[in-house]
């Protein structure tokens, strides 16, 4: 579709949306505020760049698929990450993980890698203009092989995972400092049991522990801000999780930290998007990972569903933009690598057009008179507005591609990059 086109179906778009009092044009203002911190494990399948790992994924970690092409060095995972940021609108960050550092070749430990193993990354990060985000890695290796890191009773285990957990902290807050802008530490852990547990107690009790001895050592919120992940089952901890939402939420809530709401960590009749509006009135921050679970934690692609839009309709109405912190976590090997970080980050990003293109005065309106058939219609007729245009007008405004042209670009970079890697 040329420009011509796509600006002619704007104008008539923004003329529809406008006789529902809705504002095309700050919406769009809007959603160009709106960072989304991709991740960066979508790409090399949660490989990272440890010297001597056997690539092997452990701790509840599973990404499935063998489609050609996947990065195998940092500098195609850089590639292929620049390739992802021409494809998207706006600007956002890159969440990495501890095992995604600049190690040169040699086998650093999880317990002692530095925030210099990160400033190729920054510097990087600086060249595309995006900023970094952090998350601890706390599988994948001998000392998480029993399913249990920072919860368990073996003493060298939880010092050691306690040290890691130290250094993300310390590479987390190096990177804020030097980027100018707070790097977020998200900790999730593995941790729990496949069956009947006779000490659940016990191990969160450890977890407490390791918890107090991490959060010991204060850094300034200008350079890192904390959040925790919970979950309610994963390979392995179908029975028992340790880090559980409610252990968390308690525990955030009273070190003034952030929790991470994963939309794939519940229950999979159970939403996140109804947590949200109850969490903003407590938090000062949330920080909310988009995944899609189907019949478990499966991490598959976003795409723009029911549950997509729900989530993003919530941080939306709660007026509390930003103080909401959105990231993407999924990682599927049996799809183009890049195509699924474009679908996924497109769809999270067309998630919140939506729900800024609400006729959000005319149903408050409806519903504060009682007017519930009024409201229903209203959201109704909201799902048939010519959406498409606007979102086409923004990404040309942004200089990325209509939505009929992603999937020729894509295949493009496919056939001239990625598959020769195999």
Known sequence: ????????????????????????????????????????????????????????????????????????TMAELRQDLEQ????????HRLALHMSYGDFGGKRVDRDAVEPRHFDSWLAWAASCGIKLDMNGTFFSHPKAASGLTLASKDEAVRRFWVEHA??????????????????IDNLWIPDGMKDATADRAGYRRQLLKSLDEIFATAYPAAETRDALEGKLFGIGSETFVVGSHEFYLAYAARKGLMVTLDSGHYHPTESIADKISALLLFFDELMVHISRGVRWDSDHVVVLNDECRAILEEVVRSGCMDRVHLGLDFFDASINRIGAWTVGARSVLKAVLLALLEPRAKLLACEEAGDYFGRMQLLEYSKILPFGAVWDHHCLQAGAPAESEVFGLVGQYDATVTRKRA
């Open 1 to 72: 579709m040329n420009d011509r086109k796509i600006e002619e179906r704007y104008r008539l778009a923004r003329e529809q949306y406008a006789e529902l009092a809705v504002d095309t044009e700050g919406a769009l203002a809007a959603l160009c505020g709106v960072p989304l911190s991709v991740h960066c494990w979508q790409g090399d399948d949660v490989g990272g760049f440890e010297a001597g790992s056997d690539g092997e994924l452990s701790g509840g970690i599973a990404a499935t698929g063998n489609y050609p092409g996947k990065a195998r």
């Open 166 to 183: 130290r250094r993300t902290r310390a590479v987390s807050a190096h990177i804020g400092r030097k980027q100018g802008n707070a790097c």
């Open 84 to 91: 992802l940021w021409k494809l998207l609108p706006g600007k």
